[in-house]
Nanobody
């Protein structure tokens, strides 16, 4: 599975961006998908995850109510709609995928088998 993240760029505080992550190589319709981010000088951290059927989603506390993760299995794509952006959202955003058998370690990097290359989000005033 290859993951290609896109949609990053420059946004103003309070603005919005929508990230996309498209998988190739095989269908990820039975995979859990996640978004992580790494700010300059910091470790990579969990942002959001969605299960294979879109029946469950999980978020980092600081993005709850501002970010929405979704997926379109027909397009083999997962999205991260980011709103009310803050300076602290500035980071390189990575998408990740975990295939069957599925578990529940959604917030852990080790849970994911495949990673995209990252897309940069910069929030400015």
């Amino acid at each position: 599975v290859q993951l290609q993240a896109s949609g990053g760029g420059l946004a103003q505080v309070g603005g919005s961006l929508k990230l996309s992550c498209t998988a190739s190589g095989r269908t990820v319709s039975t995979y859990d998908m996640g978004w992580f981010r790494q700010a300059p000088g910091k470790e990579r951290e969990f942002v959001a995850a969605i299960n294979w059927s879109s029946s469950a989603a999980h978020y980092k506390d600081s993005v709850k109510g501002r970010f929405i993760i979704s997926r379109d299995n027909a397009k083999n794509t997962v999205y991260l709609q980011m709103s009310s952006l803050k300076f602290e959202d500035t980071a390189l955003y990575f998408c990740a995928a975990h295939g069957p058998p599925l578990g529940s370690a959604w917030e852990e990097e080790y849970y994911y088998d495949y990673w995209g290359q990252g897309t940069l989000v910069t929030v400015s005033s």
